[in-house]
């Protein structure tokens, strides 16, 4: 991640248990289950390659069973590879889950930058962070991820790492907001209070969303949360060009 906005980084493995170490819901897949790929064991493969097949795998797979009923033939038969192949590259079910929501976060974390470094002012980028942060649709796969994982139980390594993804969007918004009140685009907020205030309004809102609710059918959530935002952040009786 090229920037302070992006927040912590996503290492390429989640530590062991009892390792330390630090890691780290938007536009997601359509929840259609994939087709399943047939295995050809001559040709499994590696690497990177081999990793993000997987993880988008498991991804569609946690979306469409759940983590109770969740094998790792199921992720391999999705990903058409060998149960063996994805034991290798995840081991225990519980490690499985975390390093799959780190890598699904680091991959959407990317694309938004991506995003935002070609927004041409602190609104865009809030439009942005409001678009990435909800789901898209009832059966978004990453949010769903974001569900199953977080009703799991975990021990300290776990809730660390999910405590620094979560941590992850707090720090996005309060870059964006920050650099909005200094260009004088935002009003003067108290920015750790405010960004609280409106996670938890994105996070019931996707609540919403996922559960489909019929509130908002005809009604986009996206606009409905960037019109609350954008009226406690616009500027009252201060000039446009100061800085704070």
């Known amino acids: 991640m090229p920037t302070s906005e992006t927040g912590p980084s996503v290492p390429d493995r989640i530590p062991p248990d009892g390792a330390t170490g630090s890691a780290g819901a938007g536009t997601g897949t359509t929840s259609r289950p994939a087709a399943r790929v047939p295995i050809d064991r001559k040709r499994q493969p590696s690497g990177d390659e081999a990793r993000e097949r997987a993880m988008r795998a498991a991804i569609s797979v946690i979306a469409e069973k759940g983590t109770a009923a969740l094998r790792m033939s199921d992720i391999a038969a999705r990903a058409g590879m060998s149960t063996g192949h994805i034991l290798y590259h995840f081991g225990k079910k519980d490690r499985l889950l975390l390093e799959v929501l780190a890598w699904s976060q680091a991959d959407l974390w990317t694309r938004f930058q991506q995003a935002a470094d070609q927004a041409v002012s602190p609104a ?23 569900t199953q994982v977080l009703a799991q139980r975990h021990d300290e390594a776990g809730r660390r790492i999910l405590t620094e993804l979560l941590d992850g969007w707090d720090e996005r918004l309060e870059a964006i907001l920050r650099e909005g009140r200094e260009l004088g685009h935002f009003a003067d907020v108290e920015l750790p209070e405010f960004t609280i205030r409106a996670v938890a309004m994105l996070s019931g809102l996707s609540e919403d969303v996922m559960f489909g609710r019929s509130r908002w059918q005809h009604t986009s959530p996206h606009a409905f949360a960037l019109s609350a935002l954008e009226r406690e952040l616009r500027p009252t009786g201060r000039s446009r060009g100061r800085t704070s």
Do not use: I, N, T
């Open 124 to 146: 865009e980028k809030l439009d942005l962070f409001v678009r990435f942060y909800l789901p898209s649709h009832q059966g978004d796969e990453r949010y769903a991820l974001w």
